[in-house]
């Protein structure tokens, strides 16, 4: 379906949803369809490249609009968390963060706009000394690197994935809140439920107040420093 109802659409996105009936469908793909954005939305609604879809849909096919370094022609292109946004023809940049509303559009510069962190989401391995990562946004790897575990976090370059640091989940790192009433929020890692509970401690850093989530909603971004901009 290209058309969703607007009062149905996910929260996250920024639309007015009166004035109108229908919004768009982001078409399936590496994030969840109640965790992203279509791309024409971001284009249209939120950088207000484009005054309606029609524009925001030429925008996009004339092939000026890249995610994660590859240039995307479809204006349905679900865009989640992480994602850089590229407009190189007047080099402006951006990243998807969570925030409280659900995700926070910031500008970055061109040199962060090379670079990603991803949360490994799955490991398996392939053959004697070869391992498949899956991340978060569906991206994959192959590597030796038997250290790498799912909730890890890597810093990846772009659009090539080399890998260019690894984040272990782990206590004293700095974690990032995606989900819930602390989305945005982060600190270090103060303490991890290795039960059933799957639970973190993490200590804010602007306000040294101690929140508890489930370990699913952290993303590691860092050891002393988050390695991007929050």
């Avoid at 439920?193 to 850093?205: D, P, R, T």
Wanted: proline share 5%; hydrophobic share 40%.
């Amino acid at each position: 379906m290209v058309w969703t109802k607007r009062l149905a659409a996910p929260k996250i996105w920024p639309i007015e949803r009166k004035k109108f009936k229908y919004a768009i469908t982001p078409l399936p793909g590496p994030h969840p369809k109640n965790f992203c954005i279509p791309l024409a939305i971001i284009i249209r609604d939120i950088l207000k490249y484009a005054e309606n879809l029609k524009e925001a849909k030429k925008i996009i096919n004339s092939g000026k609009i890249k995610i994660d370094g590859r240039i995307v022609k479809e204006y349905r292109f679900p865009v989640g968390l992480f994602d850089v946004i590229s407009i190189e023809e007047i080099n402006e940049h951006y990243r998807v963060l969570p925030n409280k509303d659900g995700f926070e559009i910031k500008k970055i510069d061109e040199k962060e706009a090379k670079v990603k962190i991803v949360k490994v989401k799955n490991k398996v391995q392939v053959s004697k000394d070869k391992y498949q990562i899956t991340f978060h946004d569906g991206k994959n790897i192959l590597t030796d690197n038997n250290n790498i575990k799912p909730h890890d976090s890597l810093l990846i370059e772009l659009p090539s994935l080399k890998v260019l640091k690894h984040l272990k989940f782990s206590e004293g790192m700095l974690g990032l809140i995606i989900k819930g009433e602390n989305a945005g929020k982060y600190g270090k890692i103060e303490k991890i439920n290795k039960g059933g509970f799957n639970k973190a401690w993490l200590v804010e850093i602007l306000t040294d107040k101690k929140i508890i989530t489930d370990r699913k909603n952290i993303f590691i971004i860092g050891e002393k420093e988050p390695l991007i901009s929050i």
